[in-house]
């Protein structure tokens, strides 16, 4: 993700999620040393970003989207494949994230990935109180093929 990015990016946010990030949250991710972001361009467009920080061996999923009109194409599972790989690369064993409970398409994609349900964060989503459902996966070297989506 470039500086140049977060307008697209941030257009993207306003319609996918209820509770939206701002311009400067992403811009303080460009100044935060834990985070990386990557982006999915399509003819000189870009229709999807993912984010992640990482420290102490553990990659935590910070956001994740889709334009509306790819969506349903296989960008989130490439995004997400993305994350995992690199956080692989750099060391991590675990991944974490949150999600709403009534998001069925993500959670969806995160089981498929191999993301398993660990715990709950009441009232997490500020503005409608939904309480996140926490999940994680081991992204070790081993599980590499699971993490894919792909058959064993």
């Known amino acids: 993700m470039k500086r140049d990015d977060i307008?697209?990016?941030?257009?993207?946010?306003?319609?996918?999620?209820?509770?939206?990030?701002?311009?400067?949250?992403?811009?303080?991710?460009?100044?935060?040393?834990?985070?990386?972001?990557?982006?999915a361009i399509h003819e000189?467009?870009?229709?999807?970003?993912?984010?992640?920080?990482?420290?102490c061996g553990e990659a935590h999923v910070t956001t994740i989207a889709v334009h509306p009109d790819f969506r349903g194409r296989g960008l989130g599972?490439?995004?997400?494949?993305?994350?995992i790989d690199y956080a692989r690369e750099q060391g991590a064993d675990t991944m974490v994230l949150e999600v709403r409970p009534s998001n069925i398409p993500a959670l969806n994609?995160?089981?498929s990935l191999g993301f398993r349900n660990i715990g709950w964060r009441k009232n997490y989503y500020i503005?409608?109180?939904e309480d996140a459902l926490v999940m994680m996966c081991s992204i070790g070297q081993e599980n590499s093929d699971r993490q894919r989506g792909e058959e064993q």
């Open 7 to 39: 307008p697209q990016i941030s257009a993207i946010e306003n319609c996918s999620f209820p509770s939206p990030w701002s311009q400067q949250a992403f811009l303080n991710e460009l100044e935060n040393k834990f985070a990386v972001y990557f982006v």
């Open 44 to 55: 000189n467009n870009l229709i999807g970003y993912a984010g992640m920080w990482l420290f």
């Open 77 to 83: 599972k490439m995004l997400m494949n993305t994350l």
């Open 109 to 111: 994609l995160y089981k």
């Open 127 to 129: 503005e409608t109180r």
